[in-house]
């Protein structure tokens, strides 16, 4: 039950995010990067001076944060959580039979939701893991250990699971498009860069979408058992 001032800040938030180019804002900033005013506008398709207001009324709700660097100053989510959050919303906001064509071409096989991945490719980096074992459901928290091969498992691929104890190892995060989980905190993020590094997956320059490389559709194939659409 929320108390009444747990009430009055989820009204805060939940006012926040209930105009349309906020809401674009935010949707653009899942990918965990930092952008300009002027950057956001564009998204929102507001003016720059309209898009100030909005921001500024984000910030207060504590979605964002404001990075200064030189003259300049760029936003950001103010953490995993917001992101997380926002995800879900997007999976409520639609109904079930509707998701799939809803969802943008270029965000279904793989994209970003904050620093780990989603669409096809997380829900099957997410089922791959459990399937063998590598992770250990922990009922009570609703997030992830990792197993002793687990560990081993990772450790081979170049990973260092001595995470962080500031942020989660790992939890499910009902994912927008495919309506099942896929793998979050300090561990997908860890298997997001795997990727990278490895030239599995690529940024896409224009939204969140990730670009699976030809070479990234084989290893991926090859070390973890995910065969991908398309």
Do not use: N
Request: proline share 3%; charged share 30%; net charge positive.
């Amino acid at each position: 039950m929320c108390d009444d001032d747990s009430g009055f800040r989820l009204s805060k938030v939940a006012s926040a995010i209930a105009e349309p180019a906020r809401g674009r804002m935010l949707c653009h900033l899942m990918d965990g990067t930092a952008r300009t005013a002027t950057e956001l506008a564009t998204v929102a398709g507001i003016a720059s001076s309209t898009a100030s207001a909005h921001l500024a009324r984000l910030v207060s709700a504590g979605l964002l944060e404001v990075l200064a660097q030189s003259r300049h100053r760029y936003y950001r989510l103010t953490g995993e959580d917001v992101a997380r959050s926002l995800e879900t919303l997007l999976v409520v906001a639609e109904p079930a039979g509707r998701i799939r064509s809803s969802t943008p071409e270029s965000l279904r096989l793989a994209r970003t939701c904050y620093d780990h991945a989603a669409g096809e490719l997380g829900v099957r980096w997410h089922d791959r893991l459990l399937e063998r074992g590598w992770l250990e459901k922990d009922a009570a928290k609703r997030e992830y250990d990792l197993s002793a091969a687990g560990k081993e498992a990772l450790a081979g691929y170049g990973i260092d699971t001595a995470f962080p104890h500031r942020r989660k190892l790992a939890y499910p995060c009902i994912d927008w498009s495919e309506r099942r989980p896929h793998l979050g905190g300090a561990l997908g993020a860890a298997l997001l860069k795997l990727g990278m590094d490895r030239q599995w997956i690529r940024r896409s320059l224009e939204d969140r979408a990730l670009i699976v490389t030809p070479k990234g559709r084989r290893e991926l194939r090859e070390a973890f058992g995910i065969a991908l659409s398309g």
